[in-house]
């Protein structure tokens, strides 16, 4: 039952092909081999091989939004992380899964890549910084064009979610 | 010193001055042009130069607008019931909502699309599709009423309709959901593969409109999203764009954006057609209504269709293509010469424009790259007549104004942008308020578009007009489109959600709209096109009135001997012959809406009576100084009472 749909590179479709692809097309799946190069129109040369925007570590981008400075103690605030969690479960969950990349990224150990300005801001901001903060808007390509949705957290239940969001790694 | 900033001052406004004029000059660059109200000002009395015909969307219906103006004239009920119209309410009209799911009283209405003779809009008919059960009505615009819906087997979210073919010979209805062909109990996760896509031609018959369900394409189990027809050396295909052909059945906001291209499915009907004519294709058992108004019995009946014919396009070699096109492409639209064929990537920033010319070539030299269930797939860079490189963010569809330029419209961004055929190269964008779906130029899906005008359909309005709770009207901008820069002129709010609309010139409608019904061919069952002989007939616990009405009385307008328990008809003509003289009807207690009918008309509406007294009925549309005098009374007696049947008008 296994069911093929490949956009594959030459050298994938040559050995697609000389492993028997004709026989795989039996199944009920279809098979498609790309014999071009890929199209320029594809991969716009702004564009380099680099790990995707999610993936990306960028501790100095603040964003853009209300918030501009946020102090971190050392010590996680619990009770503040379950206020969080509580706001996270009904605000966030239908698209932001834990430990899973769902509609939007994961928030596990969202703050090794993201500064906690940037964080809040796009939870308070998302319209304006899916326009205006460069990795916010190349997130939004990469998560298909699916938008954040502006939840209209108060910028103290935003903060809340943060403290949360130090409890998932 | 005070000299110099004084000085300074004087230059600085000086400047700016001249600033504002060079600004002014060039035209609105996102500023409304100053003069715009005049330009969209029709003067009390004055018509509109142009129909426009805007969905309702999950209003189910049809609007009618003017422009430049944006009035609205008319909401010609389609697929909803409309207690205005009694459309789905009286008896005449009940068959028109009838399916093969029984009587459903609403749908989403997409598509509207005029019909073409020789690839230019002939104003006979408007075309539009029921999404939900679906469904393709036709709208006379001799009467603009919907005269006909026929339903379509093996299809679900019927959503890559209702466009027609350049002499009309067909409206096209695909699938946008893939389902199991023929419906079964199946799990959902043997999807892939097993699912199809219906793409169904409906012929529709030169003298008379009539549709029928002349074959159904059996494509693989993609999202067949939007549609077009080819025109001009281009006519004889047709031209689909595809999503999921990843096949996926769950999350598919995710699951189903996983391929960099999906497809526009090329469909050469005419060689279809001439393999069902020859007696190909299989006959396949279903089940759908099939709905006809007459405006001579003014009456619709329903029929139920008992077969299909189904073609699976492996039965006809080289009648279906594939061109790849990125990515989950929606709107799929062809150019006014018939050459391009647009697909607007939505998850794309970029739109991808196909060449009718290079297609025809990629398939005699069999330039494919591969084949899903046996479609050939053709080479992306073969087919491809260029790109438009991303000039905004979202694009989904494509209008043409006739002097070689497009018109993009950019959910993500919120704008239409104008770009030139044949350079691919960005001419002037405008912002719209907010978020727009479709774009219409009256005529932009022919041969000859009427390049005067774009209208952009928006789904978001907020903080655009006055607030009205939680839902706020969508609405509709016009946009002038006769010089280098489009200009905002006007907005208007409109019905439902305006999914995409079809205008024409004036001219080509207005002359063929009827002002009234003759009495003299009124064929309804019911009629009583002379005074003379309105009466009341009694079958069983069945009573018939048979009643007129003219300004400004019923006959009868007293009834007496009936009972509690009795169904009673009122089957009323409308005696007048003048225009725009409608009347109305009801009675208390009805359980269903009033009765509106046309000069020359006959309508009906049952009354089951629970109480014994005497209860009036009234006209309900005001018709003359005497309106309020067009009343009557009719008594209900008890059950077992042996009152007489009896009826009179002026005793």
């Known amino acids: ?169 | 010193m005070k000299k110099t900033i004084y000085s300074f001052l004087a230059l600085f406004t000086l400047a700016s001055f001249f600033f504002a004029c060079g600004e002014g000059q060039q035209g609105s660059n996102g500023a409304l042009t100053s003069n715009a109200a005049e330009r969209v000002y029709v003067a009390p009395g004055e018509h509109d130069e142009f129909y426009a015909f805007i969905s309702g969307g999950f209003s189910g219906q049809l609007s009618v607008y003017g422009l430049p103006s944006g009035r609205l004239f008319k909401v010609i009920p389609v697929f909803s019931q409309d207690a205005e119209k009694a459309w789905g309410y009286n008896e005449e009209t009940k068959p028109m909502l009838n399916t093969s799911h029984g009587f459903v009283p609403w749908d989403d209405s997409h598509h509207p699309d005029i019909s073409q003779t020789n690839g230019e809009l002939d104003g006979r008919y408007v075309f539009i599709n029921g999404n939900n059960t679906p469904r393709i009505a036709k709208i006379d615009l001799s009467v603009f009423e919907t005269t006909e819906i026929i339903e379509i087997p093996n299809s679900a979210g019927n959503h890559s309709s209702a466009f027609v073919t350049e002499n009309t010979e067909y409206v096209v209805a695909g699938t946008r959901f893939s389902v199991p062909v023929p419906q079964r109990d199946m799990p959902i996760n043997e999807y892939k593969g097993n699912f199809k896509g219906a793409l169904t031609f409906i012929s529709v018959d030169p003298e008379d409109g009539g549709m029928n369900i002349k074959f159904q394409l059996i494509m693989p189990g993609f999202d067949y999203d939007l549609s077009h027809p080819g025109r001009g050396a281009s006519h004889g295909w047709f031209f689909f764009t595809t999503y999921n052909s990843e096949e996926a059945n769950s999350l598919l906001e995710v699951n189903a954006s996983q391929n960099d291209k999906d497809f526009i499915a090329a469909v050469n009907w005419k060689k279809i057609e001439e393999f069902v004519n020859n007696g190909g294709g299989t006959k396949m058992p279903a089940n759908y209504a099939h709905n006809v108004y007459d405006d001579n019995t003014h009456m619709a009946t329903s029929t139920m269709e008992k077969e299909v014919l189904v073609v699976n396009p492996a039965e006809v070699p080289g009648a279906v293509y594939l061109l790849p096109t990125p990515k989950s492409p929606h709107g799929c639209d062809v150019d006014p010469s018939g050459e391009y064929i647009i697909g607007a990537g939505k998850l794309s920033a970029d739109i991808t424009v196909h060449s009718f010319t290079k297609m025809l070539d990629a398939i005699e030299n069999q330039k494919f790259d591969g084949d899903a269930y046996g479609i050939p797939i053709l080479s992306f860079e073969d087919v491809r007549a260029g790109t438009v490189s991303q000039p905004g963010l979202g694009p989904l569809h494509t209008e043409f104004d006739g002097q070689g330029n497009a018109y993009t419209t950019f959910f993500i961004s919120s704008e239409v942008v104008k770009w030139k055929l044949g350079t691919w190269e960005v001419v002037d964008r405008q912002p719209c308020f907010y978020s727009v779906g479709h774009l219409m130029i009256p005529g932009g899906n022919s041969r000859k578009p009427f390049g005067k005008y774009v209208v952009a359909m928006n789904k978001i309005t907020k903080d655009r007009y006055l607030p009205t709770g939680p839902e706020v009207t969508q609405s509709a901008q016009l946009y002038d489109i006769s010089g280098e820069k489009m200009e905002l002129l006007l907005d208007f709010p409109t019905v439902g959600e305006p999914h995409y609309a079809a205008g024409i010139a004036a001219d080509i409608v207005k002359e063929r709209s009827r002002k009234i019904f003759e009495l003299q061919n009124n064929k309804h069952p019911f009629a009583v096109t002379s005074d003379a002989d309105a009466r009341v007939e009694r079958k069983g616990n069945e009573v018939h009135i048979y009643m007129t009405m003219i300004r400004s009385h019923f006959n009868p307008d007293n009834i007496e001997g009936v009972k509690v328990g009795d169904k009673v008809f009122f089957h009323v003509t409308n005696l007048e012959q003048d225009y725009d003289v409608p009347h109305g009807i009801s009675v208390i207690g009805a359980n269903t809406s009033e009765l509106l009918i046309m000069p020359g008309q006959t309508e009906s509406f049952v009354w089951e009576p629970k109480q014994p007294g005497v209860w009036p009925f009234y006209c309900t549309d005001f018709c003359s100084a005497l309106h309020q005098e067009m009343q009557g009374y009719i008594r209900v007696s008890p059950a077992a009472s042996g009152t007489e049947l009896k009826w009179s008008l002026g005793e």
């Open chain 1, 1 to 169: 039952m296994k069911r093929i749909f490949r956009y594959t590179t030459l050298a994938l479709s040559v050995l697609a092909l000389s492993c028997g692809g004709k026989e795989e097309k039996k199944s009920d799946g279809f098979q498609m081999e790309r014999k071009g190069a890929a199209t320029p129109t594809e991969t716009p040369a702004a564009q380099p091989a680099t790990t995707p925007p999610s993936k990306r570590v960028d501790l100095a981008n603040k964003g853009v939004g209300p918030v501009s400075a946020v102090t971190l103690p050392a010590e996680i605030d619990t009770e503040l992380a379950a206020t969080g969690e509580a706001v996270y479960n009904q605000m966030c969950l239908a698209c932001h899964r834990i430990g899973q990349k769902f509609i939007g990224p994961a928030p596990n150990g969202v703050l090794e890549r993201r500064s906690p300005e940037w964080v809040m801001n796009m939870i308070l901001n998302p319209e304006r910084m899916v326009q205006e903060d460069p990795l916010a808007k190349e997130l939004l390509m990469e998560f298909n064009g699916s938008p954040m949705a502006n939840q209209g957290l108060t910028e103290d239940q935003a903060r809340a979610v943060l403290e949360y969001f130090r409890t998932l790694k």
